[in-house]
């Protein structure tokens, strides 16, 4: 792969992903020499096509990519590295260079994935027992990604930048919360009863989650009596018409049997 013929230099476009997050961060060329550099080192090379050069992602910028798999098609005629970025990778200050949306068809397909969650879904109280939240049954994989996905970006768009931890409570209602911490590149921390760990502290920026608004609310309450800073705050689900305080809701649900269910977000 890579490798040169006739005297003629071969290149092979290599996209970038991200390790922990799983998202496209960029699309270059590398020849076979580019490929041999990134193996050894560990960081990702490419060769410019503009320049004709070899070129070190990140070795003027600092934003070099730490690289963790290179993987190759089934053609050899393309490449990926699985690697993690030290900082943003787009020349823009972007995190991905794919920031353009051409496409988005996540809340359609999200709309569709709750109606088939409908007969698992009630009401109780001021709480809604979704799959999202108990796990009972475990929700599907594509709405559980895309959940979460909304989830991430919801919480990236309130907290800004300086994000540490995401916060959450332990048990099946916090697992929604793993996979969006995931999608923003932050560890999770677990409250157990209801109170914040000792692992939040003062020099946190969290985002608080919860299945319920109220259960939210009062994790956002322990967190600050940590001396964390709470960037935002999100529950999973909340009766429609009720009041959730501020807190960001995924999903309204409308009284029925089963109730009928709606993004908010």
Same mark, same amino acid.
């Given at each position: 792969?890579?490798?040169?013929?006739?005297?003629?230099?071969?290149?092979?476009?290599?996209?970038?992903?991200?390790?922990?997050?799983?998202?496209?961060?960029?699309?270059?060329?590398?020849?076979?020499?580019?490929?041999?550099?990134?193996?050894?080192?560990?960081?990702?090379?490419?060769?410019?096509?503009?320049?004709?050069?070899?070129?070190?992602?990140?070795?003027?910028?600092?934003?070099?990519?730490?690289?963790?798999?290179?993987?190759?098609?089934?053609?050899?005629?393309?490449?990926?590295?699985?690697?993690?970025?030290?900082?943003?990778?787009?020349?823009?200050?972007?995190?991905?260079?794919?920031?353009?949306?051409?496409?988005?068809?996540?809340?359609?397909?999200?709309?569709?994935?709750?109606?088939?969650?409908?007969?698992?879904?009630?009401?109780?109280?001021?709480?809604?027992?979704?799959?999202?939240?108990?796990?009972?049954?475990?929700?599907?994989?594509?709405?559980? +990604?895309?959940?979460? !996905? &909304?989830?991430? *970006?919801?919480?990236?768009?309130? /907290?800004?930048?300086?994000?540490? %931890?995401? #916060? $959450?409570?332990?048990?099946?209602?916090?697992?929604?919360?793993?996979?969006?911490?995931?999608?923003?590149?932050?560890?999770?921390?677990?409250?157990?009863?209801?109170?914040?760990?000792?692992?939040?502290?003062?020099?946190?920026?969290?985002?608080?989650?919860?299945?319920?608004? +109220?259960?939210?609310? !009062? &994790?956002?309450? *322990?967190?600050?009596?940590?001396? /964390?800073?709470?960037?935002?705050? %999100?529950? #999973? $689900?909340?009766?429609?018409?009720?009041?959730?305080?501020?807190?960001?809701?995924?999903?309204?649900?409308?009284?029925?049997?089963?109730?009928?269910?709606?993004?908010?977000?």
């Amino acid at each position: 792969m890579g490798e040169e013929k006739g005297g003629e230099r071969r290149l092979i476009p290599v996209a970038v992903v991200d390790a922990v997050t799983g998202e496209p961060l960029m699309l270059a060329y590398a020849d076979q020499e580019a490929l041999d550099l990134t193996r050894e080192t560990g960081l990702a090379h490419f060769y410019s096509r503009s320049r004709g050069s070899l070129w070190l992602k990140g070795g003027s910028s600092g934003g070099l990519l730490d690289v963790v798999r290179v993987l190759g098609d089934c053609d050899g005629d393309a490449a990926a590295y699985v690697a993690r970025p030290r900082r943003h990778v787009c020349h823009l200050g972007r995190r991905s260079c794919f920031h353009n949306t051409l496409l988005d068809r996540r809340r359609e397909l999200l709309e569709q994935l709750l109606e088939e969650t409908r007969p698992h879904t009630r009401i109780d109280g001021a709480r809604v027992l979704h799959p999202l939240a108990t796990w009972a049954p475990p929700p599907p994989p594509l709405l559980t +990604a895309l959940a979460a !996905e &909304l989830l991430a *970006e919801r919480i990236r768009s309130r /907290a800004g930048p300086g994000l540490t %931890a995401v #916060l $959450a409570p332990e048990g099946p209602g916090g697992l929604l919360a793993l996979l969006a911490a995931q999608k923003l590149a932050v560890p999770l921390h677990l409250a157990r009863g209801g109170r914040a760990p000792e692992s939040i502290g003062e020099t946190d920026r969290v985002a608080v989650y919860a299945p319920s608004p +109220a259960e939210t609310q !009062e &994790l956002a309450e *322990e967190a600050q009596k940590r001396g /964390a800073h709470v960037a935002a705050v %999100a529950a #999973l $689900a909340a009766p429609a018409g009720g009041d959730t305080g501020g807190v960001d809701v995924l999903i309204r649900a409308e009284h029925g049997h089963p109730p009928r269910l709606r993004l908010a977000l």
